[in-house]
């Protein structure tokens, strides 16, 4: 079984509700999930390290990065993912010009610094129906099972 962090940040609980989804189900397979929250239960950015798998979830409103994702987002130069597994999600709203930059911006920094990445970015309108969490179960096993091959 897999060591895996589910990291987030939520700005209307969406993204939260999706992370606690996902950790739940990876908690019922047998993993080993450490569940936390870039702003409330924030993590070191070196502790990726101890991880086989990331999942990265975040909220995307603007054509960036949200603040409270800013200081660990830099602090992830310092980091090597070599080995690591990464999937990002996140819920994101067609409203803005562009869809989901957050998610998009947190998978090239995380291939960037040579993790796995796995190829779809997870992003859901809004906030998550039972089709999105369905697929959200999906997603995190595929990233476990990319790290397992």
Same mark, same amino acid.
């Given at each position: 079984m897999a060591k895996v +962090?589910?990291l *987030?940040a939520?700005l209307t609980g969406s993204?939260?509700?999706?992370a606690?989804?996902?950790?739940?189900h +990876?908690?019922?397979?047998?993993?080993d999930?450490?569940?936390?929250s870039f702003?409330l239960? =924030?993590?070191d950015?070196q502790?990726l390290?101890?991880f086989?798998?990331i999942?990265?979830g975040?909220?995307?409103?603007?054509?960036d990065? =949200?603040?409270?994702v800013?200081?660990?987002?830099?602090d992830? #130069?310092?980091?090597?993912l070599?080995g690591?597994?990464?999937?990002?999600f996140?819920?994101?709203d067609? *409203?803005?010009?562009?869809?989901? =930059?957050?998610i998009d911006?947190?998978a090239?920094k995380s291939?960037?610094r040579? /993790?796995t990445?796995y190829?779809?970015?997870?992003?859901f309108? +809004?906030e =998550?129906? #039972?089709?999105?969490? #369905?697929?959200?179960?999906e997603?995190?096993? /595929?990233v476990?099972n +990319?790290? /397992?091959k």
């Amino acid at each position: 079984m897999a060591k895996v +962090l589910v990291l *987030y940040a939520s700005l209307t609980g969406s993204t939260e509700i999706m992370a606690e989804e996902m950790t739940n189900h +990876l908690k019922e397979k047998g993993h080993d999930v450490e569940h936390k929250s870039f702003d409330l239960d =924030p993590i070191d950015a070196q502790r990726l390290e101890e991880f086989d798998s990331i999942l990265f979830g975040s909220y995307s409103w603007d054509d960036d990065i =949200p603040f409270e994702v800013e200081d660990f987002y830099f602090d992830m #130069d310092d980091v090597d993912l070599t080995g690591k597994t990464v999937g990002v999600f996140g819920s994101c709203d067609t *409203y803005y010009d562009i869809y989901g =930059p957050a998610i998009d911006t947190l998978a090239a920094k995380s291939q960037e610094r040579n /993790a796995t990445v796995y190829e779809e970015k997870f992003k859901f309108e +809004l906030e =998550p129906d #039972d089709k999105d969490i #369905d697929h959200g179960f999906e997603f995190a096993d /595929a990233v476990i099972n +990319l790290g /397992a091959k």
